[in-house]
């Protein structure tokens, strides 16, 4: 295994990790950090952006930032950042969590109208092993949202890194890679839809597609974990538990994106509820496919409060010593 640490470009030998020692225990814990979302439903303010069925968001930690995936429309993060005042210019680094359009659907925009500010801007993309791994659908379709993209984005100069395991991005700050499913969460798809799941063709032939490389970023922060999570389609809690695993054992502060319960029922979402309490959850920001409704549960049952835990509009942020703050509409 391999750890990175992209900015500097430095690599140094690890040992596999295992249930009792986490891998990338760092000694650095990240100071001050901020987590604004900057695509996701609900526009809760004025000058806040637009909505959409997507999710992204900006990891900052001190004067570094790392921007989590792209959200669905072309245009709609590169917007949302300018009504925002956020500078996006100034980052060349991004994690697409998996492969699904509301996630990488802003990317090539991104890419081409930051490059005018920085050529470097957005100009290295880090997805988890599987993101370009082929999804079949009817008529000869391709139903992998990333695909189409690849090769116009590496015209504009810019590349991918693929990550079979966890790596760390800056200090403090670690890509989680696929996410090992322990327990039998079943986020992905529309359970109240219906019809076909989807296909996917792996290394070892094609089978249901439930996203196996989807992946979560990781702040380690001096009070404990904060996750950031796209649409959470490995679950929730194998996510946080393989958070603990990977990074260090420590409580999870927060949980902040998409994490794919709009459709869960109420015994999945008292037992997450359970687990979520179990390890330490104190903030909630629950975005995108989280669901209204499931976020509300998941406030009571974890015994959350109106200033803890909220639904996420387009600007909502946490921040380490303060909390959260969702947008004036969500409050």
Sequence with gaps: MTRCFVFT????????SNATAPAF???VRATPVTVTVLSTMLVGGVNAG??????????QVGDRRLLVDTGARAETVLKNAAELRVDLASITDLVLTHNHADHTGGLLTLRRELAKQNPQALSRVHVPKGAFYPRPMAGGREGNGLLPLKAAYEATG???VEHAGPVVLMPGVTMLGPIPRVHPERNWGNPRGGGPDGRVITPAGEVEDNVPEDTSVVIDTPDGLV???????????NTMEFARRAVRLAPI???????HLFAASEETLAWTAERMTAMGVRHL????CTGIEAVYRLRALAG??????AVAGVGATYEHGKGIDPTTLAR
Excluded at 50 to 59: D, K, P, Q, S, T
């Design 9 to 16: 470009l430095a690599c140094t030998v690890l040992a596999a």
């Design 25 to 27: 225990a760092q000694a």
């Design 50 to 59: 637009i909505g959409e069925w997507g999710f992204a968001a900006v990891v």
């Design 158 to 160: 810019g590349v991918f």
């Design 227 to 237: 996750l950031v999570s796209g649409c959470g389609h490995a679950g929730i809690v």
């Design 253 to 259: 502060v927060a949980a902040i994106g998409g994490f």
């Design 285 to 288: 920001l629950g975005a995108h």
């Design 304 to 309: 959350l409060t109106r200033a803890t835990a």
